[in-house]
């Protein structure tokens, strides 16, 4: 039986792991402490690592699971972005959960957008003071408006399908379009013209850090929503300050954060918190975060749970690895997972 030293554990992961682990014959010892150079130490005499997406994979770290005999590492998560590929190539594998639940994370966006649309928060805490004013309280029918979807993968996909729902035209921008009816791809800067609402639904890539930021913000209509449940590093912090301060975003919506690591999933609720961005972001009254809480649904934990350890037995019991990352995923000459084989 395999022993994983699994990183960063809450009380959540604990419960859908343990339910999983003798389904799939591994023993687990789980660390509150986040991966990262000195920590790895803790996975000495482990067969595997799981980790999660904001702890720290870099070179030094992998260098040091690698001296450590670990071969694996499963990341509980679809996004690999804080893991230096590069540096396993060749020496550890990499496996990730590409989907466990596209609508735990498109009800959590769509629902962020409601309540910024109608101020259910500012509606919320008003009446805990006995304010039943309706004075700023007005949104606007989400019925017939313009809604921009930047990412159509799976979870952009339940997250259009949502919109729809709604009776919304839908706007999507990708370089890989999927044919659906009811959805129009265009230009991101059409995009940005013409939405009332964009959401972020793309992963973190070279090509898509800073995807909004100050010239795209320009562009947008004056009174925008904004969502993002992807990666915070999607959107220039600095730059959606001043847009909001400019009035021309008129809410946020942010379950990510560009400097989230150090932050979310922790409680810093005695601390003053150092990042001056996020202290005036989370101050606004037309702003919402919440701690990188979209993927949180039972649906969602246990999925996570069942792909990651099938992922690590398939493998230790040397089976191909359809969820293995690689640095050369994509290139040429590349890896063999197009051949039904692992990276390397």
């Known amino acids: ?41 803790m996975a000495e005499n482990s067969d595997a690592v799981v980790a999660f997406v904001n702890d720290t994979l870099d070179a030094d770290t992998i260098n040091k699971l690698y001296e450590l ?19 396993a190539w060749e020496r550890i594998h990499v496996l990730r959960v590409p989907a466990y639940s596209p609508y735990a994370i498109a009800e959590h966006a769509i629902g962020m ?52 729902g709604f009776g919304m035209r839908v706007l999507a921008y990708d370089p890989y379009p999927v044919e659906r009816s009811g959805v129009e791809y265009v230009e991101l800067d059409r995009l940005c013209r013409e939405s009332s609402v964009i959401s972020l639904h793309c992963p973190l890539t070279k090509e898509t850090k800073h995807i909004i930021n100050r010239d795209s913000i320009a562009k947008m209509r004056e009174g925008v929503i ?19 301060k400019s009035h021309r975003i008129g809410a946020a919506g942010l379950d990510v954060y560009e400097e989230e690591t150090e932050l979310f999933y922790e409680d810093f609720s005695d601390t ?11 101050s606004m009254p037309n702003v919402i975060v919440t701690s990188h ?26 089976k191909p690895l359809p969820n293995e990352v690689c640095y050369r995923c994509g290139r040429e000459p590349g890896c063999r997972k197009d051949e039904l ?3 390397f």
Do not use: W
Not at 226 to 244: F, P, Q, V, Y
């Open 1 to 41: 039986m395999e022993t994983i030293s699994f990183y960063d554990a809450k009380p959540y992961d604990k419960l859908f792991f343990d339910k999983r682990k003798d389904e799939f014959g591994f023993e687990i010892n789980y660390y509150e402490d986040k991966l990262n150079r000195r920590s790895a130490l």
């Open 69 to 87: 005999g670990i071969r694996v590492i499963g990341m509980r998560c679809s996004g690999y972005n804080n893991v230096d590929l590069k540096a």
């Open 113 to 164: 957008a409601i309540m910024l649309n109608r101020k259910l928060h500012r509606a919320y805490n008003r009446t805990r003071e006995y304010n039943f004013s309706l004075v700023g309280l007005t949104g606007f029918d989400f019925h017939g408006k313009t809604i921009g979807v930047i990412g159509t993968g799976k979870i952009g996909q339940a997250f259009i399908d949502l919109c729809l």
């Open 226 to 244: 904004l969502i993002n449940t992807s990666r915070g590093a999607l959107i220039d912090s600095e730059a959606l300050l001043e847009g909001i």
């Open 272 to 282: 003053i918190i150092q990042d001056d961005v996020l202290a005036r972001l989370i």
């Open 293 to 318: 809480q979209a993927f949180l649904t039972e649906e969602a934990l246990d999925n996570i749970a069942q792909v990651t350890l099938s992922n690590l037995r398939g493998y230790f019991d040397g």
């Open 341 to 343: 084989k692992r990276c």
